[in-house]
């Protein structure tokens, strides 16, 4: 086999092996992503939680704003509850600033939509269709250290009990819970990875949301706690991913959720943070990350504060009294087409015939050899394509040669017989 020939081979394998990786990774193959992930050949890690360290977000004039442990970077945003909105523009160490874009309309508006609102009474969501709430840990490490003596124990942390008084409160109102405990340790970036499968799995249900608990883990337990009710809790914080084509869907989701919670208990969502990740959230325009308290709270105030906030779960979902149907159609962003899924669609389309065009070209040009050819081999292609399709001239059968000078007349009709004839007949002649 010549040269040209193996570049032809290898040129059509690589083209064809690129764009199946492509077709199966942006369509959301999830064997596929956990086998690649596995060996980090794509890095689908989620920047996360930092181990003894967080960050400090300030404004433009030094005022802190908020604090974490995740990794910050330029581009993130935070709502607060009032709806001021800040985009991080510069990250050094273990400190970002912030800068006030102004007051975000979306969570004016939905403070005094649920704050004119009363919230209904929600009873036999049980016999609702597709009205259930799907809640999962990705991290089931997490632990409160006043009491469970330690921030972190692997597979069975404090974090399950968190999660346990969201389902209890939820079912004590009637809603129907798929809780699935499915460890994910151990606690790193590809955590999320892991629990993707526990996620898919639970979105076969077909849930009306799906909730990704955790904690925080900044060691002052004041800047969570707080007295709302009479009750010592701890706030929460919502988390949305930015690297997520539904993401716009998400936040507005987001935006409801702490808008109609805070409503009923006031500021028990301290903000929203739109973090770089995807937190598995382009699963439903329904998923969210929330934070109950930090690891220095006790258990007690993240699952009193998280019990609070699922008073609100029903009211946003539309799962209330008389409702009809799919509760999960009538969330923010889910009516039909879910809001940021026709984007996300044609972007991974787009992709993929963008790489499609550029392989393409590029095992023309490996098989050409030079540029020159390369034009050569597609203007012949298209001549040969314009002469497959396109008409054929029609026979000439009727010709009048009374037209033009110095031709004879040719019959309409050539009949076979007749000329055999007519061959013979002359043949006599010229005979005799």
């Given at each position: 086999?010549?040269?040209?020939?193996?570049?032809?081979?290898?040129?059509?394998?690589?083209?064809?092996?690129?764009?199946?990786?492509?077709?199966?990774?942006?369509?959301?193959?999830?064997?596929?992503?956990?086998?690649?992930?596995?060996?980090?050949?794509?890095?689908?890690?989620?920047?996360?939680?930092?181990?003894?360290?967080?960050?400090?977000?300030?404004?433009?004039?030094g005022e802190m704003l908020s604090m974490m442990s995740r990794t910050v970077f330029i581009g993130d945003q935070l709502y607060t509850a009032e709806g001021r909105s800040?985009?991080?523009?510069?990250?050094?160490?273990?400190?970002?600033?912030?800068?006030?874009?102004?007051?975000?309309?979306?969570?004016?508006?939905?403070?005094?939509?649920?704050?004119?609102?009363?919230?209904?009474?929600?009873?036999?969501?049980?016999?609702?269709?597709?009205?259930?709430?799907?809640?999962?840990?990705?991290?089931?490490?997490?632990?409160?250290?006043?009491?469970?003596?330690?921030?972190?124990?692997?597979?069975?942390?404090?974090?399950?009990?968190?999660?346990?008084?969201?389902?209890?409160?939820?079912?004590?109102?009637?809603?129907?819970?798929?809780?699935?405990?499915?460890?994910?340790?151990?606690?790193?970036?590809?955590?999320?990875?892991?629990?993707?499968?526990?996620?898919?799995?639970?979105?076969?249900?077909?849930?009306?949301?799906?909730?990704?608990?955790?904690?925080?883990?900044?060691?002052?337990?004041?800047?969570?706690?707080?007295?709302?009710?009479?009750?010592?809790?701890?706030?929460?914080?919502?988390?949305?991913?930015?690297?997520?084509?539904?993401?716009?869907?998400?936040?507005?989701?987001?935006?409801?959720?702490?808008?109609?919670?805070?409503?009923?208990?006031?500021?028990?969502?301290?903000?929203?943070?739109?973090?770089?990740?995807?937190?598995?959230?382009?699963?439903?325009?329904?998923?969210?990350?929330?934070?109950?308290?930090?690891?220095?709270?006790?258990k007690e105030e993240a699952a009193m504060g998280i019990a609070l906030f699922s008073e609100a779960v029903p009211n946003v979902l539309g799962l209330a009294a008389g409702?009809?149907?799919?509760?999960?159609?009538?969330?923010?962003?889910?009516?039909?087409?879910?809001?940021?899924?026709?984007?996300?669609?044609?972007?991974?389309?787009?992709?993929?015939?963008?790489?499609?065009?550029?392989?393409?070209?590029?095992?023309?040009?490996?098989?050409?050899?030079?540029?020159?050819?390369?034009?050569?081999?597609i203007s012949g292609f298209g001549r040969e394509f314009t002469s497959f399709f396109g008409p054929r001239p029609a026979a000439r059968k009727n010709v009048k040669l009374?037209?033009?000078?110095?031709?004879?007349?040719?019959?309409?009709?050539?009949?076979?017989?007749?000329?055999?004839?007519?061959?013979?007949?002359?043949?006599?002649?010229?005979?005799?």
């Amino acid at each position: 086999m010549n040269g040209s020939k193996l570049r032809i081979l290898f040129g059509t394998l690589g083209v064809l092996a690129l764009l199946l990786l492509v077709a199966f990774y942006s369509t959301g193959s999830l064997s596929l992503r956990h086998a690649l992930a596995m060996p980090k050949l794509f890095d689908r890690g989620t920047p996360d939680h930092l181990v003894d360290r967080f960050t400090t977000i300030v404004d433009e004039q030094g005022e802190m704003l908020s604090m974490m442990s995740r990794t910050v970077f330029i581009g993130d945003q935070l709502y607060t509850a009032e709806g001021r909105s800040y985009r991080i523009g510069r990250v050094e160490g273990d400190q970002a600033e912030a800068q006030f874009l102004g007051m975000d309309p979306q969570i004016v508006a939905y403070n005094e939509l649920y704050g004119n609102q009363v919230a209904p009474v929600t009873t036999n969501l049980a016999e609702q269709k597709n009205s259930a709430i799907a809640i999962y840990h990705s991290h089931t490490d997490e632990s409160y250290v006043p009491s469970d003596g330690t921030e972190s124990i692997p597979f069975k942390g404090g974090i399950y009990q968190v999660g346990k008084a969201l389902v209890d409160k939820l079912q004590g109102r009637g809603v129907t819970v798929n809780y699935d405990e499915t460890p994910h340790d151990p606690h790193d970036n590809n955590a999320y990875v892991r629990s993707r499968r526990t996620a898919a799995n639970l979105m076969k249900s077909n849930p009306a949301a799906i909730f990704d608990i955790h904690r925080d883990g900044v060691p002052d337990p004041s800047y969570y706690r707080a007295t709302v009710d009479g009750k010592q809790i701890a706030k929460l914080r919502l988390v949305v991913g930015r690297e997520n084509p539904r993401m716009d869907a998400n936040m507005d989701f987001a935006k409801r959720m702490m808008a109609a919670a805070n409503n009923m208990h006031n500021q028990v969502v301290k903000e929203i943070f739109v973090g770089k990740g995807d937190y598995n959230q382009d699963l439903t325009p329904t998923a969210l990350l929330i934070e109950a308290g930090t690891h220095t709270n006790t258990k007690e105030e993240a699952a009193m504060g998280i019990a609070l906030f699922s008073e609100a779960v029903p009211n946003v979902l539309g799962l209330a009294a008389g409702t009809t149907g799919n509760p999960a159609a009538q969330a923010p962003g889910a009516g039909g087409r879910p809001a940021g899924a026709a984007g996300g669609a044609g972007r991974a389309l787009a992709w993929i015939l963008g790489i499609t065009i550029v392989g393409g070209v590029g095992f023309l040009l490996i098989s050409s050899g030079s540029w020159e050819n390369a034009k050569k081999r597609i203007s012949g292609f298209g001549r040969e394509f314009t002469s497959f399709f396109g008409p054929r001239p029609a026979a000439r059968k009727n010709v009048k040669l009374d037209e033009a000078p110095g031709h004879r007349k040719v019959p309409e009709e050539q009949d076979p017989l007749a000329n055999k004839a007519l061959k013979e007949t002359k043949d006599d002649i010229t005979k005799d």
